[in-house]
């Protein structure tokens, strides 16, 4: 080490350099507007492809989108959706889900379901916020999951345009299964 | 047409099958290899010899090709277009390719002009997953649909198991084909309605057939589906588990698919499916792989809300529920009070033949050596125990002699006193193969005009009853004519003397009378049975469940013995049993005579009737059943009521609360097959694997599991933890049982220690002819009970698939026999025998359309205890095999006024289905 190196730090220690470097650096905030979210007075605004809570979506005139296919819980890498499909009774030609469950404690948001669901009945939303001292309200069912879509059914459309699910809808309309309207004898 | 020659010109005619040489095989080159195959060989078959595929839809190795789907498409050289494999035979030099561009674009545009007007409902289809469009899609790459229409066609749910759904149908074929030409039914077709054509019931009718679901099972798509499981699951979602068959005894494999989050059975199918169009896993010399409609729709009894779940005990005069382990403690005590009291000869124990080899086997080692005492028996005893035991006597074991394959190759098969297609479907199918692939010739003996019997080339419709005269008339005609086996004559001259002298002394015009069968036709048929190469006798209940049918077997064992079958391979009988297991019961030693082995016991206990006598005389103080239930069985006539009442403790394992439970003080709930391990043997002796599907409900145990239990707390523990021990140590005691070479076993013939053997004096005895059971009185018919195609023992009726197909028990009576009493179908007849007299809705000319009735003779479904029409008519036990006999009886029949009171009940079974606008194609 030279002499002049080590006095240079000598001074570099007494005038306390790191100090007040660092403190510019902190004091330069004070003028800037803070990032920080107010959580939960404030909230952030979303993307569209935000991947939050699943829901179960209807058509616009009210009748279920579901077909229990069954697609989603064989995307489904976590095992957490579970359904049980059945005949309407009186429609022979129309298969629905009985049952859908979503275990919410074991989904990973990965989004392969609604990828999955050859009818867009499966979207994800922009709402996160449910969580419970109990596990049991975390499996969604069949009911909870159509209330959430109706609720959030502008978030879920959107979601499924942001992904390109529904982005040339009239499209590909023919390439996606729709139930057929029931036909007389 | 030689007229046309000049507008067509000369046709080179292609070769016959028959006109080809069949020892000079042709060649042919396939992408550029050469090959040898046998003249008659499609291109198809030659392709698939060489271990290559060939994508197809409507080929199956169960049928004879179709040629409908276009997509086994080959190029051949010489022509112009591509050709299809399946229909095209093999000629001599022809050069084929299989796989060049053009092939694959002809392959893809079969399967796009399938595409365009296929609904692509996938996630809505059953057979999403699992269907043959889908999986050729993938494989050969058509993702480029052109302008897709759908066809609009309204779903044909009118039948009672099957959905058509005709958007998805492909028009392959298969179904029709099938049914057309494996089933011999021919239900379904081809129709043209709306501009499309559809696939249904001939003449777009409501389908009533034989539900053998076949077509369901072959069908590539979704266009079949199950109605009971329709929607209610996909393919993958299920677990597989193959299993034997529990209802009739020809074991056949079914595969249980259940859902394994619910534990429950959604549907059964079997190993033929499209999948196993090249005749993987299916040897069809032994089977198609089908099941019949029992299999594949009647299991819905498992999951029945009326299954026990807990053990019951009595208080006072109810049952109540009560913990396991408190119902088993209190068996085990009442059994060492009742040894310590009354020895252990107070005890004695029943089996049905629906429990599988290993709780036969445990429950004889139960009786025998945990309590001993030698009274115990298996339901073997309402029939079969007069073929095993004649069988035996003769050969050395009782079991038939030949085994499916051997039906299926038959050049003269003899059914006697058998409704094969009824109660043995999957046999009858193999004896429908013999018809149609090898031409044989087919004699049918029955009083009615069975579904066999009309596919026959003889149907000897016989005065009902007269199944022994017959036999002896027709032994007659063989020795008269001269055709006894030289081989015989000359090994056991003294037999055939007796047989001779015999023979003479039957009076054969009152054969021709009793019967109703002329000499010519004695003699034409002794000719086919002793002059055939290969003659198989298939005989079942109308032998067996009947008086005498112990000596009736002897005697078809006579006859066998004078046509030489036993020394002419291909031939023999074949035992026709009616529950699954009897053969198993039987060869483990669960009834009264035999041990394990079919050895004889050093002391016979008594047998089913004699131990219900017992216990009405207070001698049997504690009865244990499992799976019996003698008071649904048996006729009034025999008390068992009575009998069961004075019994100190009836112990009763079962699946539901019978007749007979609800007489007992402790009731067990045991599992059905589908729950448990094990194996059956089915009738030719073929042992086959019993898996579980889906666990017991409740505190359900199989009742191998409860007999170790109870012998455990009697101090006899019995170490066992799973139905494998149990068939380990069955197969140290028996080598070989379970052995695949001894699979089915074949007896080793004792017939030369037979023959000198005491056997010409029994001879006279054996064909004197009985007295004539017939009174001459007006108006009295010959009642029959008898199994019908959609039940098996009374299990079935459990099961609302089948009550669907077949709900009630109604009185089959002929159409002249019905303008006679004036009675139509719907109306109501009283049947009276001197035992009392019951009141039964009529079915007029056949039952459900299939078994034909013959004038005089009145037929009523056995599984049905109401009305009680079999408390009507009596019992004979048969002196030697103690078999009871009571299916069979005459009644009166008298019209009854229909109640003004009561609703108008459904009268034939068909029009009270949802066939009710058609008519009834089945009618």
């Known amino acids: 080490m030279t002499l002049k190196a080590g006095f240079r730090r000598l001074l570099e220690r007494v005038l306390l350099k790191e100090i007040v470097e660092a403190m510019a650096v902190t004091f330069k905030h004070v003028f800037t507007r803070a990032d920080t979210v107010q959580y939960p007075r404030q909230k952030r605004r979303l993307p569209d492809t935000n991947r939050g809570a699943l829901v179960l979506l209807h058509y616009e005139d009210g009748t279920e989108r579901c077909v229990g296919c069954t697609l989603c819980e064989i995307a489904c890498p976590s095992h957490c959706i579970r359904v049980v499909s059945d005949q309407e009774e009186g429609k022979p030609l129309t298969r629905f889900a009985k049952e859908f469950y979503i275990d919410m404690t074991r989904c990973v948001f990965c989004g392969f379901c609604v990828e999955a669901c050859p009818v867009n009945a499966l979207a994800m939303i922009k709402m996160y916020e449910y969580a419970s001292d109990d596990k049991r309200d975390l499996i969604f069912d069949k009911e909870k999951l159509h209330a959430l879509g109706d609720l959030h059914h502008q978030d879920a459309k959107a979601y499924l345009v942001a992904h390109r699910q529904e982005a040339v809808d009239e499209e590909s309309r023919q390439y996606r299964y729709r139930h057929p309207s029931p036909l007389a004898k | ?923």
Not at chain 2, 835 to 859: H, K, L, N
Request: net charge negative.
């Open chain 2, 1 to 923: 047409m030689e007229e046309l020659g000049h507008i067509y010109g000369t046709v080179e005619r292609f070769p016959k099958p028959w006109e080809l040489d069949p020892a000079k095989p042709l060649t042919l080159t396939i992408d550029g290899e050469p090959r040898v195959v046998p003249p008659g060989t499609s291109v198809y078959d030659a392709i698939l010899k060489q271990g290559m595929a060939l994508p197809s839809m409507c080929y199956h190795a169960s049928f004879s090709p179709f040629g409908s789907c276009g997509i086994c498409l080959v190029e051949v050289e010489g022509k112009p277009n591509l050709v299809r494999a399946c229909t095209a035979p093999v000629t001599e030099g022809m050069v084929v390719t299989t796989d060049n561009p053009r092939c694959r674009d002809g392959r893809r545009n079969a399967i796009e002009k399938w595409l365009l007007v296929h609904p692509l409902d996938c996630p809505d289809c059953d057979a999403d997953g699992n269907c043959e469009l889908q999986e050729l899609t993938y494989a050969l790459n058509v993702f480029d649909i052109k302008e897709a229409k759908r066809r609009r066609i309204p779903e044909d749910t009118r039948s009672p198991v099957l959905d058509f759904n005709m958007e998805r149908c492909i028009l392959c074929a298969q179904c029709i084909n099938v049914c057309k030409e494996v089933q011999l039914v021919d239900a379904l077709g081809f129709y043209k309605r709306d501009g499309y054509t559809h696939v249904g019931a001939k003449g777009d009718t409501t389908l009533f057939c034989e539900f053998c679901g076949d077509c369901l099972a072959v069908c590539p798509v979704g266009a079949i589906t199950n109605k009971h499981a329709k929607y209610r699951f996909k393919p993958w979602q299920l677990a597989k588990t193959q299993t034997t068959c529990a209802y009739c005894s020809d074991g056949c494999q079914l595969i249980l698919e259940s859902n394994p989050v619910e534990k429950r059975i959604v549907r059964i199918t079997s190993p033929l499916s499209w999948r196993s169009k090249w005749g993987q896993g299916i040897d069809t010399s032994l089977g198609h792989g089908g099941t019949c409609g029992r299999g594949r729709f009647g299991s819905q009894y498992l999951h029945s809300p009326q299954r026990l779940t807990q053990a019951l005990m009595r208080e006072g005069d109810s049952l109540v529920e009560v913990p396991w382990l408190k119902a088993i403690t209190h068996v085990a005590e009442r059994i060492a009070e009742v040894k310590a009291q009354h020895g252990p000869e107070a005890i004695a124990g029943l089996i049905t033949a629906r429990c599988t080899n290993e709780e036969a086997y445990l429950f004889q080692k139960f009786m025998r050596q945990v309590i001993g005492t030698p009274h115990l028996d298996a339901s073997a005893r309402y029939g079969a125990m007069n073929a095993v035991l004649a069988l035996r006597q003769v050969m050395g074991r009782g079991v038939a002699t030949v085994s499916v394959k051997e039906i299926t190759h038959a050049r003269v098969l003899l059914l006697i006193g058998t409704n094969i297609t009824e109660t043995n479907p999957l046999a009858g199918l193999r004896v429908k193969e013999a018809i149609r692939e090898h031409k044989a010739q087919v004699i049918v003996v029955d009083p009615m005009k069975t579904s066999i019997a009309k596919l026959a080339t003889h149907h000897l419709a016989i005065a009902p009853g007269s199944e022994g005269v017959f036999l002896r008339g027709l032994i007659k005609a063989v020795i008269e004519k001269g055709l006894a086996s030289p081989a015989f004559t000359a090994s056991s001259p003294q037999a055939y003397e007796a047989f001779k002298a015999a023979a003479v002394a039957i009076p054969m015009e009152a054969v021709e009378q009793r019967t109703g069968i002329g000499r010519a036709q004695f003699e034409a048929v002794a000719e086919l049975v002793a002059t055939g190469d290969r003659v198989v006798t298939i005989f079942a209940e109308g032998i067996l469940a009947r008086p005498d049918g112990y000596r009736h077997t002897l005697l078809l064992l006579d006859l066998a013995l004078l046509t030489g079958q036993f020394e002419k391979p291909g031939s023999g009988l074949a035992p026709l049993w009616e529950e699954n297991n009897e053969q198993g019961v039987v060869d483990m030693g669960a009834v009264a005579e035999l041990l394990p082995g079919q050895a004889f016991a050093p002391q016979p206990g008594a047998t089913l009737v004699e131990i219900l006598e017992k216990a009405r005389r207070g001698e049997i103080k504690l009865l244990y059943l499992i799976g019996e239930n003698p008071v649904g069985t048996l006729p009034a006539g025999l008390r068992v009521r009575e009998a069961l009442e004075r019994v100190e403790c009836l112990v009763a394992q079962d699946l539901f609360l019978t007749e007979t439970g609800r007489l007992a003080h402790v009731v067990l709930p045991a599992c059905a097959f589908a729950e448990k391990e094990g194996t059956f043997t089915n009738w030719e002796g073929r042992v086959n694997l019993v898996n579980q599907a889906i666990e017991p409900p409740g505190e359900c145990r199989p009742d191998w599991q409860l007999l170790t239990e109870v012998a455990e707390l009697l101090g006899h523990p019995m170490a066992y933890s799973t139905a494998a021990e149990i068939r380990d140590e069955i197969s140290r005691r028996l080598p070989g049982y379970f052995g695949p070479e001894g699979n089915p076993r074949r007896p080793a013939l004792t017939i030369p220690a037979y023959l000198p053997d005491g056997f010409a004096e029994a001879v006279p005895a054996r064909y004197a002819l009985p007295g004539d059971g017939r009174d001459g009185r007006d108006g009295v018919m010959a009642l029959v009970l008898g199994q019908v195609l959609f039940h098996s023992g009374k299990l079935s009726t459990r099961a609302d698939g089948l009550t669907q197909l077949h709900p009630a028990g109604l009185l089959t009576i002929s159409a002249a026999d019905a303008t006679r009493l004036g009675v139509a179908a719907g109306g109501r007849v009283r049947v009276t025998t001197p035992s009392g007299s019951a009141i039964v809705p009529v079915e007029v000319g056949a039952v459900q359309g299939r078994t034909g009735m013959a004038d005089g003779v009145c037929f009523f479904p056995e599984h049905f205890t109401d009305p009680p029409v079999k408390d009507l008519l009596p019992c004979t036990v048969d002196p030697v095999t103690h078999v009871p006999a009571f299916k069979a009886g005459a009644v009166t029949v008298e019209p009854v006024p229909p109640d003004p009171d009561e609703p108008a009940k459904p009268g034939n079974m068909i029009s009270s289905g949802p066939a009710a606008t058609s008519g009834g194609n089945g009618a």
